[in-house]
């Protein structure tokens, strides 16, 4: 099985140059594949999304996250005993990361992590690792994240690396862009 990981330093790579506002956006974006990805229908989900959306209902990511948050400690404590990641589990993750970034685009006196961008990364590769079609997943992440921002190409030199895994040993790492 070959498996596609996006560290965690490449999140912080890739989002350095970033304001908050394209985090969010980018974050968004990613989510939108991450969940199609996983044929998972969810109301608070597209609550995300929306929020993501219009940066003027962005301060209803925080409630959307405390939602979220409780979700995904249910999913954890399901998960204590198996070492494999639920596509629940993992999009559960990724939409705490994602709602932490919008919620942050805003401003706020007290906010989330300002890592929280770079965390979407390992996120999506354990989402690969659960969904049917890992790879589909991971062209459509490569297109959003090489594409152009503010009507500029993406000039950033340090691109995320997809290194792809056997389940022994590394085999190779192919840059983006």
Known sequence: MTLHRMRLQDGHDYFE????REQSQICCELFDVALRASRRK?????????????????WTAKSVFSAIRTRTLRYEARQLDTQLYSIDLCLS??????????????????????????????????????VVNPDKL?????????APRNGSAN?????????IYDARRPIAALPIG
């Open 93 to 130: 993750l990724l939409a705490e990361n994602t709602a932490k970034v919008i919620y942050n685009s805003t401003g706020p006196m007290a906010p989330f992590d300002e890592d929280s961008a770079a965390w979407v990364f390992p996120c999506i590769t354990q989402l690969a690792e659960a």
């Open 17 to 20: 140059a970033k304001t908050p």
């Open 138 to 146: 991971l062209e459509e992440v490569a297109v959003i994240l090489d």
């Open 155 to 163: 000039t950033s030199t340090v691109m995320v690396k997809l290194e």
């Open 42 to 58: 969810s109301y608070l989900y597209k609550q995300l999304l929306i929020a993501g959306k219009y940066s003027w209902l962005s």
